[in-house]
């Protein structure tokens, strides 16, 4: 839907100059025409990932150095965990370069300080985020599953690859998570596949809740769902593995389904030391360790998908 005349475009500017933050919120406020911008300063990047994640926000104003992030690393950091907003790279002559970098990575556009007009600013607002719009209806027809709503495994791979950079970049390790609804084939021949199909849409639903928002979870197959959970160490697995069963659990206690919904799990532990290492082949180690637990399940004679649900 193209931007109203009459609506509000809110604006995010992340910026750690006050003085810089003064001249644009005066430029913006001097633009001529329609929408009128609404500008919200923070100072932080960590500030202003926690705003974007109560949503509203149209587009960012990023400066790429600031207090607690500095170059590149500004934009990924963002980009990474809210993809789908905009991003104008707000950048001096001097390092321009990293903002030519930065849209070759997903900025819609960049603005040199100092030489900003009302008119420019309104233009590249209103561009970009037409722009962003048009490829995130394209972006979505082949990145993400229809049935769930997470990536499939086109668009998985994509961000897992940026995931990994930033990884490395940051010298933080990582997670890779490998779930596996049990018994989806016998739920189709037992219940039919749209029973199927909900077991996978609640699966889906249970992993958003278990997992951070800053987490990236995808649909890869007919059963297998893999997450990359950022900033995670080895000790963290037990955990997060917990929490998907206790969570799993609270479903099955308040479901009237005549199933019951489990899930078998493979991890592996990404060190950015490893820069060999690849996303297939982080996918590869989950997959094995993944059907460990299977044969496992299957040698003590588990079938928790397939049991009645309790009374």
Do not use: C, W
Not at 148 to 167: M, S, V
Not at 176 to 183: E, G, I, K, R, T
């Amino acid at each position: 839907m193209a931007i109203s005349d009459e609506m509000k475009t809110r604006v995010l500017l992340i910026e750690d100059d006050p003085d810089d933050a003064m001249i644009l919120r005066e430029t913006v406020a001097q633009a001529p025409g329609k929408p009128r911008v609404e500008v919200e300063h923070v100072s932080t990047l960590e500030a202003g990932i926690e705003r974007l994640g109560t949503g509203d926000t149209e587009l960012v104003l990023l400066d790429l150095s600031l207090g607690d992030s500095q170059g590149l690393d500004t934009f990924t950091k963002l980009h990474t965990q809210v993809p789908a907003v905009p991003v104008v790279i707000l950048t001096g002559y001097d390092d321009e370069s990293f903002a030519l970098e930065a849209v070759s990575q997903g900025a819609q556009d960049y603005l040199v300080k100092g030489s900003v007009n009302p008119r420019m600013l309104t233009r590249v607002i209103r561009y970009a985020i037409e722009r962003n719009r048009s490829q995130s209806e394209l972006r979505n027809l082949s990145l993400v599953d229809e049935l769930t709503g997470l990536y499939n495994r086109r668009g998985f791979l994509t961000f897992a690859e940026q995931y990994l950079k930033l990884a490395q970049r940051k010298n933080k390790g990582l997670l890779l998570v490998f779930a596996d609804l049990d018994n989806l084939k016998q739920i189709n021949d037992t219940f039919g596949h749209h029973e199927g199909d909900l077991a996978l849409i609640r699966t889906a639903k249970t992993l958003r809740e278990t997992f951070r928002k800053s987490d990236l979870i995808g649909r890869i197959g007919g059963d297998e769902f893999p997450i990359m959970a950022m900033e995670a160490d080895p000790d963290t697995a037990e955990t997060l593995q917990r929490h998907l069963e206790e969570n799993l659990q609270k479903y099955n206690n308040v479901s009237q389904s005549r199933y019951r919904l489990s899930v078998s799990v493979g991890v592996t532990y990404f060190d950015p030391e490893d820069t060999h290492l690849s996303v297939e082949d982080l996918m590869a180690r989950a997959d094995e360790s993944l059907y460990e637990q299977k044969r496992s399940k299957k040698k003590d004679g588990q079938s928790a998908a397939s049991a009645p649900a309790s009374s």
